[in-house]
């Protein structure tokens, strides 16, 4: 079963804004990749049902060690 990811953007002042869902974790990833393309901002997807956050390789931290958000700000 492919998860749905939401895709949010994270502004420099630490506002977010929803920007869309996608399928799968590999359209998330490329998703991300597309939106970063346009802007300087930060993204993250996040699959709320399994509370699990996937951030871009460029931030790391973002994830804990068991692979679930600490918190979904």
Do not use: H
């Amino acid at each position: 079963m492919r998860c749905e990811y939401d895709v949010f953007e994270k502004f420099s002042d630490g506002s977010t804004l929803w920007r869309t869902t996608v399928r799968g974790r590999f359209e998330a990833q490329r998703k991300m990749d597309e939106l970063s393309e346009r802007s300087e901002n930060q993204f993250y997807t996040l699959d709320i049902q399994e509370e699990f956050l996937l951030s871009p390789l460029s931030s790391p931290g973002s994830v804990n060690s068991s692979g679930k958000a600490a918190t979904a700000s």
